[in-house]
């Protein structure tokens, strides 16, 4: 069992705004180590001050652009170098690709930033960490996701059918997780309607979010902050949670053939061995 008696330190990406921030913010609170992922410097300056003012701790702070995989590799070194054990990876970074575009990687930009990215970052990081949260969301009920064709929201780009896609594979990398590394508690969760920056440059979606009733970031962070501090004996892992509460999200979402086939065709987009892992310190072997 994890020991959370102890100043744990807690990874989360896309910290700079919004959930991450307030999530961020809350674990510090709390007491816990909390470092700062994002793309941008001086947001993340910005977020630092936030939650120094807010808790008296300064966070440190990790710039990586996932939408480049070689960034994500490059945290991944820097992260093993600077932690010997990373008490709680919350994958938070996300990202809604208004247009068609295709990464430096080959990839639509949706399904990297939000996918791959987390899945390349947890895979090298595997053997540190204590859990795994993953902000997820509802919109994945409408995702069409094909493993066979990681780019297939490419040939008719729809930004929310990418975001959506997205979003589902978010949940079946947390069941196939679960399946593959039984000591690693992973969990995910929607966080509800939140008030950020996502999708800020949309006119559209900015105006269909202000027509629902949308939450503050402190509340849409309630559920990561909580998946991160029970006790692992209370949840489910891989579990899809929303309110504190286990759900049950769409059943495409958690076929477990799906989620092998997803995982299988992820390490080969990010280039890792899909059967063993990535390459681990002596002594340390793959759940799968």
């Known amino acids: 069992m994890e020991d959370l008696t102890e100043r744990r330190v ?13 999530a ?9 180590q909390v470092v700062l992922v994002g793309r941008d410097s001086a947001r993340l300056q910005s977020a630092a001050g936030q939650v120094r003012e807010a808790t008296g701790e300064r966070p440190e702070l990790f710039r990586a652009d996932f939408a480049v ?21 919350a994958n938070n970074a996300g990202t809604i690709a208004l247009h068609p575009t295709t990464t430096v990687d080959g990839y ?45 929201t490419l040939h008719r780009f729809r930004p929310m059918s990418a975001y959506s896609a997205s979003k589902r594979a978010n949940i079946l990398f947390t069941v196939e997780a679960a399946r593959r590394w039984p ?13 950020t920056r996502f999708a800020s440059d949309s006119r559209l979606i ?12 402190a509340k849409g962070a309630e559920t990561l902050v909580w998946l991160a501090n029970q ?39 990010v280039g890792i061995d899909s059967s063993h892992g990535p390459d681990l310190p002596s002594g340390v072997r793959d759940g799968d």
Not at 24 to 32: C, E, M, S, T
Not at 70 to 87: K, M, N, W
Not at 183 to 195: A, E, K, M, Q, S
């Open 231 to 269: 006790a692992p004996e209370r949840l489910r892992s891989g579990g899809y949670y929303q309110d504190r509460r286990l759900r049950h999200p769409h059943a495409t979402a958690t076929d477990p053939q799906l989620a092998a086939q997803l995982w299988t065709a992820s390490a080969k987009a």
């Open 24 to 32: 961020a913010i809350d674990l510090a609170y709390r007491g816990d």
């Open 108 to 152: 639509e930009l949706s399904v990297q930033a939000n996918h791959l990215a987390p899945f390349l970052l947890t895979n090298l990081l595997r053997d540190r960490l204590g859990r795994v949260v993953v902000t997820a969301s509802a919109a994945h009920r409408s995702g069409l996701l094909n493993p066979n064709d990681l780019n297939q």
């Open 69 to 89: 995989l070689d960034d994500v590799r490059s945290l991944a070194e820097r992260l093993r170098t600077a932690y010997d054990r990373i008490g709680v990876l």
């Open 206 to 217: 900015t105006f269909a979010m202000r027509l629902l009733p949308a939450r503050s970031p």
């Open 10 to 22: 807690v990874v989360v990406t896309g910290a700079s705004s919004g959930i991450g921030l307030a």
């Open 183 to 195: 000591d690693l508690p992973t969990y995910c969760f929607h966080p509800g309607i939140v008030r």
